[in-house]
């Protein structure tokens, strides 16, 4: 007799040229996103397949081609597009909906974003990036604060985290409000800057 957990085991014969077509998905999906100058690394965390709570993580570092402009002696970070694409209500869909709410399914989609802050600079604006929606359809949740640098030599560092969630994928049209909520303060955020001022 098989173990359950024996069972859902696998030890797949193909799995770097998975890895390596999963990897140019991700590539291709964030280029479509961003405005990537280099795409450098993919390493697949945990794949999602197997279990009710089974989470896709994934680590991507890439090199961007333009997030700041410079305005004196400071410069204008366009820090809300590290969260990628958000989607844009227009004035029809915010006035309401005349049809039900499908999804393709329940899903968090969570952003945690390390930035180095040059030396001789601090950091204006992050009250903005604090948000806190929630309800029974989904929520918008984001944090930003900057950590000292812990040793000689080290960058004080901008740690942001955004997460938002959609809790169903099914709603009645009347439920609408409720994603609004949330999927303005999204598109809100992937919209902010903020400044790196002079000391």
């Keep these: 007799m098989i173990a359950t957990s024996d069972a859902t085991k696998y030890d797949d014969p193909d799995k770097e040229e998975h890895i390596k077509a999963r990897r140019d998905i991700f590539e291709k999906s964030l280029k479509e996103e961003l405005d990537v100058d280099k795409y450098e690394d993919f390493e697949l965390l945990k794949d999602g397949r197997y279990g009710d709570t089974a989470l896709l993580q994934y680590k991507e570092k890439f090199t961007l081609k333009k997030l700041m402009s410079k305005a004196g002696k400071n410069y204008i970070f366009e820090v809300g597009k590290l969260i990628g694409d958000q989607i844009k ?28 802050i040059p030396q001789g600079y601090t950091v204006e604006g992050l009250q903005d990036l604090n948000m806190n929606i929630d309800n029974e359809s989904g929520s918008f949740i984001s944090s930003a604060k900057v950590v000292p640098r812990d040793s000689v030599g080290d960058n004080d560092k901008l740690l942001i985290s955004a997460k938002k969630i959609y809790k169903k994928n099914f709603d009645k049209k009347e439920a609408w409000p409720n994603y609004v909520a949330f999927l303005e303060p999204a598109y809100k955020f992937s919209q902010l800057k903020i400044v790196l001022k002079k000391k």
Excluded at 98 to 109: F, G, K, S
């Design 89 to 116: 209500l227009g004035q029809s869909e915010l006035a309401g909906r005349q049809v039900e709410i499908w999804i393709p399914h329940a899903r968090t989609i969570e952003n945690n974003v390390s930035v180095r």
